[in-house]
């Protein structure tokens, strides 16, 4: 067999009511549906961790599918962190994590820091970069590994390297590729599947979780088959991951009605010349339900299906369609989402303009393990289920104090500077407090309040205890000494509430 693998405004477009396309047809700016801050942060949030004030002003200068092209176009062609000095390391046949042994410093000790850098450059990626670097840790959840499975420094970097290259990739590639990477060998048993004693883990997690979803499109056997097909591969000492003929069966296997020696090439040409419809379908709906929303239109899943398809299951051109869709901008899937923790701590930062650097990177790493997402250890092989499953009595009032404990222990005098600075920028420097309260909320959550009574009480928090007649008379204003502990007492409330939690 032989297969192939390889708020300025924007002038509006005014169309006619009965001519506007919905759907997944291209986003036409109207004044029924205008190019404005809230969709401009929706797009953000989604494809990013939030907007900052200036991407938000940049935005309104653009056209919608052209912002997006950028974004998107940059992605693809960003090159990766630079590799760390531990991304070769092996144990055999040289232990190059002697040294650290000698001065009292375990293999596991050593392998978890460097795990724990590797969270930090995550992080700061993803603040720096947006888009891309938000995909690898969508895919790490989607081809998921567990470090504690194979503790190897080298095994993190190979894993995260073919995460951050695909992500933008080819997806039949992404998958040929993730497969082979020692982390996944080691995760799912594939080292332990040999000729003698096929080991089904990997040939099931394949189907059912990585291309065509759990029960659609093949059987029992065809996993049985695909096993024995995927035999031969080992990945020890911490080296890369080789092939061993003598532990791969050469005898015909049966896979989708298609009899023949099939090896590891030969199944990912199966599934995608066999299989193109449910793989095109699992993934574009996985991708919908995570970046517009948990209801799903299977209208507009299809309609990425096809273009999928079309396009040789190149993901770039899928996301371009979503992200211009008028679907994607329409009002019912703005805010409905449940933050990460690393969606939480990521955009309250980004969208705040508050300085960072790596050692807050490392505490909200930490906060992020305490509130239940572990980077690099998903809680297994299904990954973390998101939405309704970040929050609880516990994780949600953990988020509070967390956030507080950095906003009073870790702030400084420079991030109050910036808290002022968004304020008047976002409020045009009005010194009316209600318009700077509502401008300043709005700026941070993606629908807003939805009563007045939330603004006004808002409102209250942020005149602290200045006197009434101050803000009557006009002598109030952001250049006052107290601005920052003003906004900075709003922003703790704001976090309190439960719109916070959305994005």
């Known amino acids: 067999m032989s297969l192939q693998r390889k708020t300025t405004q924007i002038k509006y ?159 039949r590639d992404f998958v040929y590729e993730i497969g082979k990477t020692p982390a996944m060998v080691r995760f799912l048993n594939a080292d332990q599947s040999t000729k003698y004693h096929p080991n089904e883990n990997y040939a099931r997690e394949l189907l059912e979780l990585f291309t065509m979803g759990v029960d659609n499109g093949y059987t029992q056997e065809d996993i049985v088959e695909i096993s024995k097909a995927l035999t031969g591969f080992q990945a020890r000492g911490c080296r890369d991951t080789e092939f061993r003929p003598d532990y791969f069966d050469t005898d015909d296997k049966t896979i989708f009605g298609q009899t023949g020696p099939w090896n590891y090439d030969d199944v990912h040409d199966l599934i995608f010349e066999y299989r193109p419809n449910n793989v095109a379908e699992y993934i574009c709906e996985k991708l919908y339900r995570y970046f517009i929303s948990t209801d799903v239109d299977l209208t507009i899943v299809n309609e990425l299906a096809v273009t999928f398809k079309n396009n040789n299951f190149e993901l770039a051109p899928v996301f371009k369609q979503l992200f211009k869709s008028e679907h994607f901008f329409d009002d019912k899937n703005i805010g409905v989402r449940i933050k990460s923790p690393a969606q939480y701590f990521m955009s309250f930062i980004h969208q705040a303009g508050f300085e960072y650097d790596d050692d807050l990177m490392n505490g909200m790493r930490s906060a992020c393990e305490v509130l239940g997402q572990y980077i690099w250890e998903p809680i297994d092989v299904a990954g973390w289920q998101g939405q309704r499953s970040w929050l609880n009595e516990d994780t949600l009032t953990r988020r509070w104090d967390l956030t507080e404990q950095y906003l009073f222990n870790d702030i400084s005098s420079l991030s109050l500077d910036n808290l002022v600075d968004l304020a008047k920028a976002v409020s045009g420097n009005s010194n009316d407090p209600a318009y700077v309260t509502q401008t300043f909320i709005d700026h941070f959550l993606p629908i807003g309040f939805n009563d007045a009574e939330a603004y006004s009480s808002a409102t209250n928090v942020f005149k602290g205890e200045i006197p009434q007649n101050y803000f009557d008379q006009g002598f109030w204003n952001l250049d006052w000494s107290v601005a920052g502990e003003q906004l900075l007492s709003l922003l703790v409330h704001l976090i309190r509430q439960p719109e916070f939690q959305l994005y």
């Open 13 to 171: 477009n005014m169309m006619p009511m009965d001519c506007i396309r919905d759907g997944i047809a291209e986003y036409t700016p109207r004044p029924s549906k205008p190019w404005d801050s809230r969709r401009i942060a929706h797009l953000y949030n989604r494809i990013g961790f939030g907007a900052n004030h200036q991407q938000i002003a940049t935005a309104l200068t653009m056209n919608p599918t052209d912002l997006i092209d950028q974004i998107v176009d940059s992605a693809v062609v960003l090159p990766l962190a630079p590799e760390p000095y531990w991304a070769d390391w092996t144990t055999d046949p040289v232990n190059d994590y002697a040294e650290g042994e000698a001065m009292g410093s375990s293999f596991n000790s050593q392998a978890n820091t460097h795990r724990r850098e590797w969270t930090v450059q995550l992080f700061n990626d993803m603040l720096s970069n947006g888009f891309r670097d938000k995909l690898i840790l969508f895919w790490h959840n989607h081809f998921v590994t567990q470090f504690s499975t194979y503790t190897c420094s080298s095994y993190l970097h190979k894993y995260y390297k073919v995460l951050g290259e695909y992500s933008l990739g080819n997806f």
